[in-house]
């Protein structure tokens, strides 16, 4: 039997998805936020975990708690709530929160209306999606790198809760702002995108815990680092079958949110380059950034130089090979804003656009090794 949302969770999203977040009207925007700002008495006979779903539903839309317009358009919260149903084995989790989004997506993509997009763009994008989904269950993430995660997954599906939590990601997330079909490749982006940070952070992470003590597992911890970093331009590949024009036909609707207030790409670059002093100059500028600024940056930075101290020849070549890729896709990042950002605008959130991202194409080299303290989701504030 295939999940179902309770009739009042599927309400709200059937709403959220009629025609985009902005086209909801103010009366429907207060219900929204009430329901998570003043939670209603459960109703006799209401679905078991309809609360928790209703409370995660309606996050975005909350008078009462302070959320960066970032997080409120992403529900990246929703994707912290899915890590958490895996505590043993979150590097899994998260490769399998990919897979639901660039799945979530290609659906997407294979019923647009008629009209929505061209069919031979529609074809090319999902012939490109199809290569980093199919990459992904080719990836391992276990210590011995033997498991691809395909094979992971197919362990899980006679597991009820395990089909329900990948059905609440999928369901409950990906709502754009706009009615514009393109928007869903946009924000379904972002979503693997996120998860594609989490994981190389966490990684790498592990490699510096044990550089020291278990070589192999470390050389194998920065190999799967790498495989997983160059998701992101198989991403950015898709991302490229849209054009300027339909790109700027829903980007004012996504206002201030801007991937600059993402904790999750900051945490990773910590881990990977330490704290850059001219970068600390952004994250002063958002409240919610400033956890990174402090002990956890002391903390965290630089596992990519302790992992260089350890001097060992294939470790190195892995590290070495990550920082390219990281490279190439921040490369990409700002052609990204050179090409569908027009010179008068500014980047989301208030950058300035390409001239931001062009400043941190290049980093500087590995800063002296510190002590890690272990992996932080920061997916959401």
């Known amino acids: 039997m295939e999940p179902r949302l309770p009739e009042h969770c599927a309400h709200i999203v059937r709403i959220q998805r009629e025609r985009g977040r902005a086209a909801l009207a103010p009366e429907r925007l207060d219900e929204l936020a009430g329901y998570h700002d003043r939670p209603p008495a459960p109703a006799d006979g209401e679905a078991d975990g309809e609360a928790e779903l209703l409370g995660l539903l309606t996050r975005p839309f ?18 912290d709530w899915f890590l958490e149903q895996r505590p043993d084995d979150q590097l899994t989790g998260a490769a399998e929160a990919l897979a639901v989004s660039l799945t979530a997506l290609l659906a997407v993509e294979r019923a647009a209306p008629a009209g929505a997009i061209d069919p031979a763009t529609s074809a090319e994008r999902q012939q490109r999606l199809r290569a980093p989904l199919d990459r992904v269950a080719e990836l391992t993430f276990d210590p011995a790198g033997a498991v691809p995660l395909g094979e992971a997954l197919r362990a899980r599906e006679s ?20 009615d514009k079909h393109d928007e869903h490749l946009f924000l379904r982006s972002v979503h693997a995108c996120e998860m594609v940070f989490f994981l190389v ?13 278990d070589r ?38 996504t206002g201030d949110a801007s991937a600059v207030q993402s904790m999750n790409y900051h945490a990773m670059e910590i881990v990977l380059y330490g704290l850059d002093p001219e970068k600390e100059k952004v994250l002063a500028e958002y409240g919610h950034l400033a956890e990174l600024r402090g002990i956890l940056a002391e903390e965290w930075q630089a596992q990519g130089a302790r992992v260089r101290a350890a001097g060992d020849g294939e470790m190195d070549r892995h590290l070495d090979a990550l920082l390219r890729v990281l490279r190439r896709w921040r490369g990409r990042h700002y052609g990204f804003a050179v090409r569908y950002l027009t010179p008068e605008l500014t980047g989301s959130g208030g950058t300035e656009g390409a001239n931001y991202l062009k400043r941190f194409v ?14 932080r989701t920061f997916l959401t504030c």
């Open 216 to 253: 192999r597992e470390a050389r194998t911890r920065l190999r799967q680092a790498v495989l997983t970093a160059e998701l992101l331009n198989g991403v950015f590949s898709a991302l490229w079958t849209m054009s300027p024009e339909r790109f700027m036909e829903f980007r004012a609707e």
């Open 62 to 79: 909350s008078r009462t708690t302070d959320i960066p317009r970032y997080y409120r358009y992403t529900d990246l919260h929703i994707f």
């Open 201 to 213: 952070r966490a990684l790498v992470l592990r490699a510096a815990e044990t550089c020291a003590g």
């Open 362 to 375: 290049e980093k500087r080299g590995l800063p002296a090794p510190e002590r890690s303290r272990g992996v």
């Open 159 to 178: 597991d009820p809760r395990a089909r329900w939590n990948r059905f609440v990601l999928a369901e409950c997330t990906g709502f754009p702002q706009s």
